[in-house]
């Protein structure tokens, strides 16, 4: 089957992929600036690290990281849907986009990168996720992180979409996105340390 052609406005482009992915792709516009730019002011990432996205959809916050400074070459983004991998390539090519699997993490980043990830991004949509799924996508992220690496997701739920306790993970509201539609949280991860949750920034 050959990818949909990707020449067409990024909204309407982004609407279509969540037609035929709703479960895949959380929203039925891409995230704005506004949230793009609050999920980058948490990113942790030193010269010997790189950053993963993951479900960048149509690349708002890859856009952000780019402007933020990230290099090329140490930002990558997995995207499931082919689609939407072709759109990326062609908006960022020089930007690692990897189709595949989040699940599969530790296969897909290059090996001299497992180990190095400052910063697990996700944009998938995990609240519907069955605690399974959940579990496979939050071990893979920690599996290729440093020390002191965290996961940021970012939601339209004011409740933590992960499931902090059965996982073993410790959840922090680290702002919202007032400017969003919907408006969005974004929250941080860690392996549980205890402590109480930060208030929250807006943007």
């Known amino acids: 089957m050959t990818a949909e052609r990707p020449e067409q406005p990024e909204g309407l482009f982004f609407f279509r992929r969540w037609l035929a992915n709703p479960m895949k792709v959380g929203a039925v516009i891409p995230s704005s600036p506004a949230l793009a730019r609050l999920v980058v002011r948490q990113v942790r990432s ?10 960048p959809g149509t690349g708002p916050v890859t856009k952000a990281l780019l402007a933020a400074g990230i290099p090329t070459e140490r930002l990558f983004v997995v995207e499931i849907d082919a689609d939407l991998c072709a ?6 090519p020089n930007v690692n986009v990897i189709h595949g699997d989040a699940t599969k993490l530790k296969t897909l980043l290059p090996p001299q990168w497992v180990g190095k990830v400052g910063t697990v991004i996700s944009g998938i949509p995990m ?9 496979g996508l939050t071990q893979a992220a920690f ?3 440093a020390p002191g690496g965290e996961i940021l997701q970012y939601t339209y739920s004011l409740a933590s979409p992960i499931k902090e306790k059965p996982l073993g993970l410790t959840g922090r509201r680290k702002g919202i996105a007032m400017m969003n539609f919907p408006p969005a949280w974004v929250w941080s991860y860690v392996p549980s340390f205890g402590g109480e949750p930060e208030e929250p920034a807006h943007a």
């Open 46 to 55: 030193t010269p010997e690290q790189c950053v993963v996205e993951l479900g």
């Open 87 to 92: 759109f990326l390539r062609r908006e960022f």
């Open 127 to 135: 609240l519907p996720l069955p605690i399974d799924v959940q579990k």
């Open 143 to 145: 599996d290729v992180m």
